[in-house]
């Protein structure tokens, strides 16, 4: 299921869930206009379809003690399967991972990490050099987090296509 399976009222739950999880049955049935069981199957059938992966409660990271965000630039000189497999089971394993991308272009991975300060991140960096054979590794600190958000623009205001 992706967004052309979706209709508008699809889309809408998706939007407020998106926004707001908490959102009771009714609060969210109320403003999609359906009643609550046609809004839980939809619901369902969302998570199902795994457009709705899981709901969750958003932490400030700084509330936790995880002040320092670094975003960590990865190049390697093995590009085979067997590598990339065992490199991302062990870099999924470290908790202070917060995303892992395989990326194109002129770096071949890409890590967002959070931890307490610059101390914790020099553990995290030793112990994420020592664990395979790496080309380069660049570090780059957040000064300031301006916008985040986990929340993908959903236009739920399209109407279904005529057909010709």
């Known amino acids: 299921m992706g967004t052309k399976d979706m209709d508008a009222i699809d889309r809408k739950i998706v939007a407020l869930l998106q926004e ?12 999609v206009g359906l009643s609550q069981s046609p809004c839980w199957k939809r619901i369902q059938r969302l ?3 795994g457009v ?8 400030s ?11 960590v630039s990865i190049e390697t ?10 490199f991302a089971q062990t870099v999924t394993a470290m908790p202070e991972v917060m995303e892992f991308h395989r990326m ?13 300060d610059m101390q914790a991140y020099d553990a995290f960096y ?10 380069n590794v660049t570090s780059r600190f957040s000064m300031e987090r301006v916008k985040s958000t986990t929340a993908y623009p959903i236009a739920t205001d399209l109407k279904p296509l005529k057909k010709r």
């Open 77 to 86: 000189g093995d590009h085979s399967s067997a590598w990339l497999s065992k």
């Open 104 to 116: 194109a272009g002129d770096i071949d991975y890409m890590l967002r990490v959070a931890v307490t």
């Open 47 to 49: 998570e199902k379809a």
């Open 20 to 31: 707001d999880a908490s959102l009771s049955l009714a609060q969210i049935a109320h403003r």
């Open 61 to 71: 990271p700084e509330s936790i003690g995880m002040g320092l965000t670094v975003f």
């Open 52 to 59: 709705i992966l899981k709901r969750v409660a958003l932490i």
């Open 126 to 135: 030793k112990k994420l050099i020592d664990t395979m054979p790496l080309k």
